[in-house]
């Protein structure tokens, strides 16, 4: 019986090791084929199991730093040729707001698959109503400032769709 390359008679660290090398190195269903008929499909059931549980704990453990943000936008629209003008809001970030990224937007559009993995935030949205806009946006945090941005596509009655590009940056400012 053969393991990646090693021989059934090496330790069990060294056959760890190559289950290791061999799912890390190969598409993990052909490692999980390979070793299929052994116990060491056991170890690769859990080991994968444990990784992903680790992976969902620690994308969920971060959280965007609470507090209150001054929050500036630059809207580009590539289809209007005067530059539209630069806003600044301040945000609060608590409790009741952690599941939406710190950007100010319509009260008519809802985020949803937002997402931090480590200082990284992302998230999809949605506007309903007579301007029927969708998006995606991405910011990169620490625990006072940020930069990032967003691609809205909109949809006016009568005319073509736009597309509409922001950019953010924020410092925090304080407690709320």
């Known amino acids: 019986m053969r393991f990646c390359g090693t021989t059934d ?3 069990a660290k060294a056959i760890s090791w190559a289950v290791f090398n061999c799912c890390c190195n190969t598409d993990l269903a052909i490692c999980y084929r390979r070793y299929e008929g052994s116990e060491l499909k056991y170890f690769l059931n859990y080991g994968v199991s444990i990784a992903i549980l680790l992976s969902a704990f620690s994308a969920h453990a971060q959280q965007f730093p609470k507090g209150k943000w001054e929050v500036t936008t630059q809207t580009i629209m590539p289809h209007i040729m005067t530059p539209m003008p630069i806003h600044t809001n301040v945000i609060c970030v608590n409790n009741k707001t952690q599941g939406k990224p710190p950007i100010a937007v319509h009260e008519s559009c809802e985020f949803f698959d937002y997402k931090i993995i480590d200082n990284d935030a992302s998230w999809q949205m949605k ?8 998006g995606a946006g991405r910011i990169i945090f620490s ?3 940020y930069k990032g941005s967003a691609i809205i596509k909109m949809k006016m009655p009568e005319s073509e769709p736009m597309e509409i590009d922001h950019t ?4 925090r400012i304080g407690d709320c």
């Not at 953010?168 to 410092?171: D, F, N, V």
């Open 168 to 171: 953010y940056t924020g410092r």
């Open 143 to 145: 625990s006072d400032k």
């Open 127 to 134: 506007c309903k109503g007579e301007l029927k806009m969708n």
């Open 9 to 11: 008679w090496m330790s």
